[in-house]
């Protein structure tokens, strides 16, 4: 029996996570929610829009108990992570989507509702928590381990043995060192190169990547 699932958001990312969904047999797509009114009865890659967020529990009364979170996290995660603790709350069950095309280690942990989408490495004994974005072509090598909420950006890097913090950023293409330990609330730039280690709640940018500003999340 396919477990139907709704999705929270219907933006770009929503379509990306629709298509690896349909990669396999085992999930049925209900619909998607958004609190855009604009989108409400339209539909995404052929995927109904049947309202906002507050249907919720509604969906959760047809007998939906999957859910897959379609907004993604560029610095900023905390709408992503507001949308998982709700659903979470409301009793569903976050699904994880694993692109075919993803080199995944049989030895790797990925928690419940992570993404690993296409032409991703995930490789020996890495841990990656609730959540969790690892983009097209990001490379997460062994032993690495990945806080809840974390995203990890197309294109980036991540050598063995490094830690990142929960709700951080690792930007497009951006490079970090074996063994270096990112903490959390931090946003990585595109194309950095992480040589140290980063405190918390911090940007760093550049080659090698220094920091930037400090930062806070405040829609917690």
């Given amino acids: ?6 999705g ?6 929503a379509k990306v996570v629709i298509e690896i969904l349909r990669f396999s047999d085992s999930f049925e797509l209900i619909g998607l929610l958004d609190p855009k009114e604009t989108l409400w009865g339209t539909d995404v890659l052929g995927v109904p829009v049947l309202g906002g967020d507050h249907l919720l529990p509604d969906v959760y009364k047809r007998g939906v108990r999957g859910v897959f979170v379609g907004v993604g996290a560029t610095g900023e995660v905390w709408p992503r992570r507001r949308l998982y603790r709700m659903a979470r709350a409301q009793g569903f069950e976050p699904v994880t989507a694993i692109h075919p095309t993803a080199v995944v280690s049989t030895s790797a942990r990925i ?8 032409g991703a490495i995930v490789n020996a004994a890495a841990r990656l928590g609730e959540n969790v974005i690892v983009n097209s072509g990001a490379i997460v ?7 809840d909420h974390a995203h990890i950006a197309p294109g980036a890097m991540l050598a063995s043995a490094v830690h ?5 950023h690792v930007g497009l293409g951006a490079a970090v060192l074996q063994g270096r330990r990112i903490g959390c609330n931090v946003v990585i730039g595109a194309g950095a190169v992480v040589v140290r ?14 920091v930037l500003k400090a930062r806070s999340d405040e829609h917690e």
């Fill in 197 to 210: 280690d980063v405190r918390d709640d911090v940007v760093v940018t550049g080659v090698p990547a220094r």
């Fill in 8 to 13: 929270l958001g219907a933006g770009g990312h």
């Fill in 111 to 118: 928690g419940c509702g992570g993404t690993v989408m296409a």
């Fill in 1 to 6: 029996m396919k477990t139907q699932v709704v």
């Fill in 141 to 147: 090598e062994h032993d690495c381990v990945i806080g």
């Fill in 164 to 168: 990142v913090g929960e709700g951080s």
